[in-house]
Nanobody, 115 residues
Framework: QVQLVESGGGLVQPGGSLRLSCAASGIRFSIYAMDWYRQNPGKQRGYVATITSGINTGYADSVKGRFTISRDNAKNTVYLQMNSLKPEDTAVYYC?????????WGQGTQVTVSS
């Protein structure tokens, strides 16, 4: 059974930082690309970042230069380091992956950027 468990969200002031984690189980983690997406209430989920099995990375323009995606294959975990946070970064963050022929999503972790 594939499971993705996001953690590390919380309340942070504008300009602050957070590090999100996503622990994966039930898949051969090292061979799959991992993504981060986010969603605000009433809006579609939006792409944030990708890291491939080959450690190539990609980012949405809105987070480029502020967010960094990384992975630790020994821990089956992907991370999202978020710096210089803005109120518009407020959302539930998810770490989906496409594995075994389908997409998997976790329950998400809430990030709120507010003073």
């Amino acid at each position: 059974q594939v499971q993705l468990v996001e953690s590390g969200g919380g309340l942070v002031q504008p300009g602050g930082s957070l590090r999100l984690s996503c622990a994966a189980s039930g898949i051969r983690f090292s061979i799959y690309a991992m993504d981060w997406y986010r969603q605000n209430p009433g809006k579609q989920r939006g792409y944030v970042a990708t890291i491939t099995s080959g450690i190539n990375t990609g980012y949405a323009d809105s987070v480029k230069g502020r967010f960094t995606i990384s992975r630790d294959n020994a821990k089956n975990t992907v991370y999202l380091q978020m710096n210089s946070l803005k109120p518009e970064d407020t959302a539930v963050y998810y770490c989906p992956t496409r594995a075994l022929g389908r997409d998997y999503w976790g329950q998400g972790t809430q990030v709120t950027v507010s003073s």
